[in-house]
């Protein structure tokens, strides 16, 4: 990396942790409360990178705004885990039921789909890691998401 990007990095560095301590201080209850917002405003903006994003390394998976670019899969991300979470915490069972796991699989697909339609397979993939840990965490019997993890490989 030359050392003229240093400053710019460093000056990306200092606003990364400006913004971790200023989300470290905000109750979850809030971001909870905002995961609706937060889950529709990720797939619009997925949508429009499909219509207006900018490629990079193949994908167009970028948006610029102004004189800023920004990664809409990256917010989708967070997003999709935030409104994942908010569903699967607001079911009272112990053990998932088929129904429940099939909305959860809905809610993740969605954005999945349209990061891979960038295509991002990369960034698509990410988004299993995410619904397999929170459907675990939600008590998803371990036998039937081993089952599904078969099929889906074969």
Do not use: C
Request: without cysteine; charged residues 10%; positive net charge.
């Amino acid at each position: 990396m030359p050392v003229d990007y240093f400053p710019r990095q460093a000056g990306w560095v200092a606003i990364g942790l400006v913004l971790l301590v200023i989300s470290m201080s905000i109750d979850y209850h809030v971001l909870l409360d905002l995961s609706v917002v937060l889950y529709v405003f990720g797939i619009v903006s997925l949508v429009a990178v499909l219509a207006f994003g900018s490629k990079h390394g193949g994908a167009a998976n970028w948006l610029k705004l102004g004189g800023f670019q920004f990664q809409p899969s990256e917010f989708a991300k967070i997003a999709t885990g935030l409104f994942l979470a908010r569903y699967l915490a607001s079911l009272n069972n112990r053990v998932l039921e088929f129904r429940q796991i099939l909305t959860g699989v809905a809610i993740v697909a969605f954005p999945m789909v349209l990061v891979a339609i960038e295509p991002d397979m990369g960034g698509a993939a990410m988004y299993a890691p995410l619904l397999i840990g929170m459907l675990l965490v939600a008590g998803i019997r371990v036998r039937l998401l081993v089952t599904a993890v078969l099929l889906g490989v074969v």
